[in-house]
């Protein structure tokens, strides 16, 4: 038996291949995502789909698709996915939880560094006129300073191993759940409030995921309680920063900086959020660094996601039940005889 399977974006040759074992593949060529709506008519008579960051599926997309079975997510943050509506129909969602953590806490301190050291200036500097050293561009070093690092799961833990090399005078970590006392100590670390995080902090790394409780968290008031200069960096999701309160905060000459990573305007499930960033944010150039969503950026670790997003795909439509599922349906859609 052959399955239809939806490609929303484009994948490497390695992943059609291992996809073609049971399926017929209809893959988006790129570059551009498609429109919500071609995706839910090429999903009309699919079986499964591979899913990316520019995707969001819902209880109607689902009714819309009667023979899908399985939704496989090349990602690891699923909040553009209604995982209730996919258990109640009876459909398998699955994501990939590892392999985006090192990567992601690997640009997340390269951020770090180039918002300090002024590294966009500087580059712009050199490529206008540069005839040698002047006393100019002078920033903040992570060696003796206060670093916060807000959010305690796979990706803030991996971040604060690589920050522990830099010399630090203190390591601040904020997340509802204290880790244990001996990963306390294997990080340096030492947990605080929220508030305290944000008032002590010279520099504060954002790696919280996007739930009802963190979408933004750190607001005009939480800004305005900050430590003068503070830098922040975001590394989880855009929505956890109110970006227009940031843009103020810049512009009022309380914060020393904004990296980012991720951006309001990605959080499609979110109805009411920004269609764009924040105006304030991209015209700030000198005290602003940011990533088009390059977290898991790395060619091989591209190709990992994507193969075991492939393979979660293809365990759920042999029957099997996947490696990476996030729901357990008690019925699955399709294995009735009814599709």
Known sequence: MRFKVVVTNPVFPETREILEELCDVDINPGPE?????????????????????TDCVDAGFLEACPR????????????????????RSGIWLTAVPDL???????????????????????????RASFDGWRPRLYGSGLYGSVVGVAGMGK???A???RLKGFGARELLYFDEQALPASAEAELGACRV?????????????????????????LDAAALAAASPGLRIVNAGRGSVVDEAAVAEALAEGRLGGYAADVFEMEDWALDDRPR????????DEDRTLFTPHLGSGVVDTRRRIEAAAAHNLLDALKGLVPADAINHPDSLRGFDGAN
């Not at 995502?33 to 960051?53: G, K």
């Open 33 to 53: 995502p498609w429109p919500v709506a071609e995706v839910r008519a090429r999903c009309s008579d699919a079986d499964a789909l591979l899913a990316f960051m």
């Open 68 to 87: 899908l079975k399985v939704v496989a997510c090349a990602l690891k943050g699923w909040d553009n996915f209604d995982v209730e509506a996919c258990t």
């Open 100 to 126: 985006l953590t090192e990567p992601t806490a690997e640009l997340a301190v390269g951020l770090a560094i180039g918002l300090c050291r002024n590294v966009v200036a500087g580059d712009r500097a050199v």
């Open 155 to 157: 990706v803030g833990r």
């Open 159 to 161: 971040i604060t191993r």
């Open 193 to 217: 409030s929220w508030d305290t995080l944000v008032g002590r902090s010279d520099l504060l790394i954002l790696a919280l995921p996007l739930t009802p409780d963190t979408r933004h968290m």
């Open 276 to 283: 764009r960033i924040a105006p304030g944010l991209l015209t």
